[in-house]
């Protein structure tokens, strides 16, 4: 069985970044992991090279079938609805999935 990964790229305002490295590591990525099928997260921060994104995180999901029904399903809805609720007007997010393909 393949190994998924769902990341999220993001930017914060300099003004909420220390709100939300505490909201992202003690509130957000628990509430994923509770998730049937989520099985692991990691959360990055861009130290060299350009893009618009500063923030990254890295969730893994045990297949692609475990993480379609996350992807579509009212848990991500609920957790998309509560980023915006905290972040929306100081975030700038993107989302993308990947299987793994080797080895």
């Not at 909420?16 to 992202?24: D, I, M, R």
């Not at 991500?76 to 980023?83: D, H, I, P």
């Given at each position: 069985?393949?190994?998924?990964?769902?990341?999220?790229?993001?930017?914060?305002?300099a003004?909420q970044?220390?709100?939300?490295?505490?909201?992202?590591?003690?509130?957000?990525?628990?509430?994923?992991?509770?998730?049937?099928?989520?099985?692991?997260?990691?959360?990055?921060?861009?130290?060299?090279?350009?893009?618009?994104?500063?923030?990254?995180?890295?969730y893994?999901?045990?297949?692609?079938?475990?993480?379609?029904?996350f992807y579509?399903?009212?848990?991500?809805r609920?957790?998309?609805?509560?980023?915006?609720?905290?972040?929306?007007?100081?975030?700038?997010?993107?989302?993308?999935?990947?299987?793994?393909?080797?080895?």
């Amino acid at each position: 069985m393949a190994v998924t990964l769902f990341m999220v790229r993001a930017t914060i305002t300099a003004a909420q970044e220390a709100a939300f490295n505490k909201w992202y590591d003690e509130e957000h990525v628990p509430q994923v992991l509770r998730y049937n099928g989520a099985v692991g997260a990691r959360r990055y921060r861009r130290i060299v090279g350009e893009d618009k994104y500063d923030y990254m995180a890295l969730y893994e999901f045990k297949s692609e079938a475990a993480f379609r029904k996350f992807y579509e399903g009212s848990h991500l809805r609920e957790l998309r609805a509560e980023y915006d609720k905290h972040f929306g007007t100081a975030s700038e997010r993107v989302a993308t999935g990947w299987e793994q393909i080797f080895p």
